[in-house]
């Protein structure tokens, strides 16, 4: 028992320098009028797995950053992007549109999201088309499918980071009348 209570600060110590992981909002966005700059320069994480998918094309082909499966007699691309991934904003092809990497070396290889208004504007995955079990979403140039529940995958930020505000404060010393 006592090792632990001697532990015990130790592990505080480690876990409040951890992030404090927040939803990436439309609220939030608005109100600190972030330009693609400073976009550029926010840590986002991924919220939850994402899972893409897509039959392999007939042929010779090589996978990077994915795996290759056999689902039902045919072989599927799998790319696994998990949950607390750290990922970057690439640029915004639209209004209220964020295109995020996850991986490094290549601007082809990122994912959309967006704010959702009945999930509290939260910025989650987006794709070209949804229905009850997949959705559609275009990653490095080919189209895969996701699952439906990552439509619930979304963006998150550390609010202690971007809340650190640099205040340059002076003091005037008067002006007098010569």
Request: glycine share 8%; aromatic share 12%; hydrophobic share 35%.
């Given at each position: 028992m006592i090792k632990y209570l001697l532990l015990a600060p130790i592990f505080l110590g480690i876990f409040s320098c951890s992030p404090s992981l927040s939803s990436f909002t439309q609220r939030m966005y608005d109100e600190n009028h972030w330009s693609h700059q400073e976009l550029g320069k926010i840590q986002f994480y991924l919220s939850d797995d994402i899972v893409l998918k897509r039959k392999r094309k007939e042929g010779n082909s090589t996978i990077e950053g994915g795996r290759i499966k056999v689902e039902k007699g045919q072989?599927?691309?799998?790319?696994?992007?998990?949950?607390?991934?750290?990922?970057?904003?690439?640029?915004?092809?639209?209004?209220?549109?964020?295109?995020?990497?996850?991986?490094?070396?290549?601007?082809?290889?990122?994912?959309?999201?967006?704010?959702?208004?009945?999930?509290?504007?939260?910025?989650?995955?987006?794709?070209?088309?949804?229905?009850?079990?997949?959705?559609?979403?275009?990653?490095?140039?080919?189209?895969?499918?996701?699952?439906?529940?990552?439509?619930?995958?979304?963006?998150?930020?550390?609010?202690?980071?971007?809340?650190?505000?640099?205040?340059?404060?002076?003091?005037?010393?008067?002006?007098?009348?010569?």
């Open positions: 072989e599927i691309e799998e790319i696994v992007i998990p949950r607390g991934t750290p990922g970057v904003f690439l640029f915004s092809p639209k209004e209220n549109r964020l295109a995020v990497s996850f991986e490094s070396g290549d601007e082809k290889k990122y994912l959309m999201f967006g704010p959702n208004p009945k999930m509290g504007n939260r910025y989650v995955l987006l794709a070209s088309e949804w229905d009850k079990n997949q959705g559609k979403v275009q990653y490095d140039g080919s189209y895969y499918w996701v699952d439906s529940n990552d439509a619930y995958a979304g963006l998150l930020v550390d609010l202690k980071r971007i809340n650190k505000v640099q205040v340059k404060s002076r003091t005037a010393s008067g002006n007098t009348v010569n």
